[in-house]
């Protein structure tokens, strides 16, 4: 493996700027990297060599510079990419190549970002395990018999795998925080609305939000940096300018903060290791300077019935546009059926189980009778929710909790148990409900498996995540030697 994979995205970006290599140097280096390991870990579906070089000679060439020139990320295939093929993990896309970006790609490439591929994800963003993706599953690189979480397992699997130092995931109900916890890197939910959505394929339109994955949280503000900010074309764009996440990133210090440990993200459904490593992480929080308090958010309890309403109901309504006719996969065109035939054998051919589990369920909540019995319901707690987060940050500048309730579970032990997998969420969801930004960072090992510690702040603060989370990193990085990653195994699985 090169040691140019090894760098963190600061290190490579001024490794090109310094010409001590070219971007085409780099960009190969993580292609050779991939062609040598995905095979086995599967984070990629699709690896744009031609795009990512003639992307790379343009930044040797000084026509495109900025803090992240030339380096190296790999992208959820959630997002459109022109002439590049966009899939959200589901056949009934498979082999589509949009016509336009989605505009946090025209960001990334603008800022001269090589993108090296389309990671793998549960389709359509339904998941957390990413073994619902229709071509086949991605695994954890610390142990490639369990899952790298999910939906987003391909950006955290590609990045755990030093394929790519960045990646890009979206975060619906714990997407990228719950991968990053489960593979030791970094992951962010901005504040909804501080990242366009404009081109990325749609789940939960409330509920959608892109965000950064690193293995550092310096790394994971600047890729925030290049890819927030206004964007008229997405009405629920916030037009105000991008906080100062790297200021704090730089910053790293959390002397006189007020942290809240939300009580209520704790106990039941955590596991025993998972509970130890993040009562370690608060400690080392308020040795560091920071007050610590217990938070009570009462109406979490009900977060997660809620958002398996909402997200339902909003997806039903959203993929109901997958009907053979505008694009996409197209079954039973035979000149016999009638068009509502070739829907519906498009649709069961091309959605996968959960997909249309997912699409019955919001279907039955949006239905003449039901509507206000569930979905209506649902948008109360949601209120609830909200009015807890306003509560708590009214005494505290941040609240913290366990960012996932295990550590990465193997492969195939809750398949066959929707809600088993549903569960994985617990921690994530409130923030998505509330529009708030969280962020996942590495607080330890249990089992020999990665821990993230989840910090939640009010929204259009996220740089409060960034101070919090860089100032943890640091301490742990002082006690380990370095990022949790030094610690992980060499991945004999993938030398091999």
Partial sequence: MSELTRLTAVQTAEAISSRQSSAVEVAQAHLDRIAEVDGQVHAFLHVDTEGALAQARRVDAGELTGPLAGVPLALKDVFCTKGVPTTVGSKILEGWRPPYDATVTSRLKAAGIVVLGKTNMDEFA??????????????????????????????????????????????????????????????????????????????????????????????????????????????????????????????????????????????????????????????????????????????FAYALPAYYLIAPSEASSNLARFDAVRYGLRVGDDGVNSLEEVMALTRAQG?????????????????????????????????????????????????????????????????????????????????????????????GLSEGLPVGLQVMAPTMQDDRLYRVGAALEAAYVDRWGGPLMSLAPTLPTLES
């Fill in 126 to 299: 339904m998941g957390s395990s990413t073994e619902h993706s229709a071509y086949g599953p991605s695994r954890n690189p610390w142990d490639l018999t369990r899952i790298p979480g999910g939906s987003g397992g391909g950006s955290s699997a590609a990045i755990a795998s030093w394929q790519a130092p960045l990646a890009i995931g979206t975060d619906t109900g714990g997407s990228i925080r719950q991968p990053a916890a489960v593979t030791g890197t970094v992951g962010v939910k901005p504040t909804y609305g501080a990242v366009s959505r404009y081109g990325l394929v749609a789940f939960s339109s409330s509920l959608d939000q892109g965000g950064p994955c690193a293995r550092t949280v310096l790394d994971a503000a600047l890729l925030h940096e290049v890819m927030a900010g206004h964007d008229p074309r997405d009405s629920t764009s916030i037009d105000a300018p991008v906080p100062p996440v790297v200021e704090a990133a730089r910053q790293a210090d959390v002397r006189g903060m007020r942290i809240g440990v939300v009580k209520e993200l704790s106990g039941d459904g955590y596991e025993v290791g998972v509970q130890e490593r993040f009562d370690e992480a608060v400690e080392l929080l308020t040795s560091l300077g920071a007050t610590v308090t217990e938070v009570s958010c009462p109406h």
């Fill in 351 to 443: 959605f996968g189980q959960e997909v249309k589990r997912r699409i019955i369920l919001g279907t039955y909540a949006l239905s003449s009778g039901y509507y206000d019995a569930y979905y209506g319901q649902a948008q109360k707690v949601r209120t609830l929710i909200t009015r807890d987060f306003q509560a708590a940050f009214a005494v505290v500048d941040v609240l913290v909790s366990p960012a996932a309730p295990t550590v990465a579970f193997p492969l195939g032990a809750k398949l066959d148990d929707p809600l088993a997998m549903y569960r994985q969420d617990l921690a994530t969801i409130p923030s998505n409900l509330y529009g708030g930004p969280a962020m996942s960072v590495p607080c």
